[in-house]
T-cell receptor
Framework: NAGVTQTPKFRVLKTGQSMTLLCAQD?????MYWYRQDPGMGLRLIHY???????AKGEVPDGYNVSRLKKQNFLLGLESAAPSQTSVYFC?????????????FGPGTRLLVL | EDQVTQSPEALRLQEGESSSLNCSYT??????LFWYRQDPGKGPEFLFT???AGEEKEKERLKATLTKKESFLHITAPKPEDSATYLC?????????????FGKGTSLLVTP
């Protein structure tokens, strides 16, 4: 099992450009999450999904969109990148359906917006 | 006000020098408290989940404990390979999707 994988590992964008970050998991998990991690801020939840075809907003959703067309994939989109979106993005997944489920994280995508 | 506060922000220990990291939380209904380890340039790695006050869990040199207001991660006789950032997160009963609220982490450096 590869667990949670993320592509790309690193990307540089210019302000106004768009891109999609891909998260894939092979553990048949129901729930998936996108977080961003900034120095001095800790991990903050952007969006999450409790199942195929569902998405919901987290703590910092502005400027991002997500889609969960397949159970194993969770996509994070930036329609018009801004320097404030420079960050490290982590995807996580958990089995869901029952309480107290542990989240397992991917290796991260480092994004620099110039 | 932060729901999860970790202290200290940074800790430097000599190899073999035991210590504890603190995670205090203010949530109305705790579903679970999680400890993760994060190495530079990598994603958080799951260590422990604690569900109720009085619960303890151990893994090698690490032991996590939980009270009604805080959790401790005790590190016994640490080695240089224990150097990492340790993250604490809480899962509230009110959080839909079982979302986690993270603290800012404690950066641990263990020197030989």
């Amino acid at each position: 099992n590869a667990g949670v994988t993320q592509t790309p590992k690193f990307r540089v964008l210019k302000t106004g450009q768009s891109m999609t970050l891909l998260c894939a998991q092979d553990m048949n998990h129901e729930y998936m999450y996108w977080y961003r991690q900034d120095p001095g801020m800790g991990l903050r939840l952007i969006h999450y999904s409790v199942g195929e075809g569902t998405t919901a907003k987290g703590e910092v959703p502005d400027g991002y969109n997500v889609s969960r067309l397949k159970k194993q994939n969770f996509l994070l989109g930036l329609e018009s990148a801004a320097p404030s979106q420079t960050s490290v993005y982590f995807c996580a997944s958990s089995p869901g359906l029952v309480s107290r489920e542990t989240q397992y994280f991917g290796p991260g995508t480092r994004l620099l917006v110039l | 006000e932060d729901q999860v506060t970790q202290s200290p922000e940074a800790l430097r220990l000599q190899e073999g020098e035991s210590s504890s990291l603190n995670c205090s939380y203010t949530v109305s209904g705790l579903r679970g408290l999680f400890w993760y380890r994060q190495d530079p340039g990598k994603g958080p790695e799951f260590l422990f989940t604690l569900y109720s006050a009085g619960e303890e869990k151990e893994k090698e040199r690490l032991k996590a404990t939980l009270t009604k207001k805080e959790s401790f991660l005790h590190i016994t006789a640490p080695k240089p390979e224990d150097s990492a950032t340790y993250l604490c997160a809480v899962q509230e009963a009110a959080n839909s999707g079982y979302a986690l609220n993270f603290g800012k982490g404690t950066s641990l450096l263990v020197t030989p």
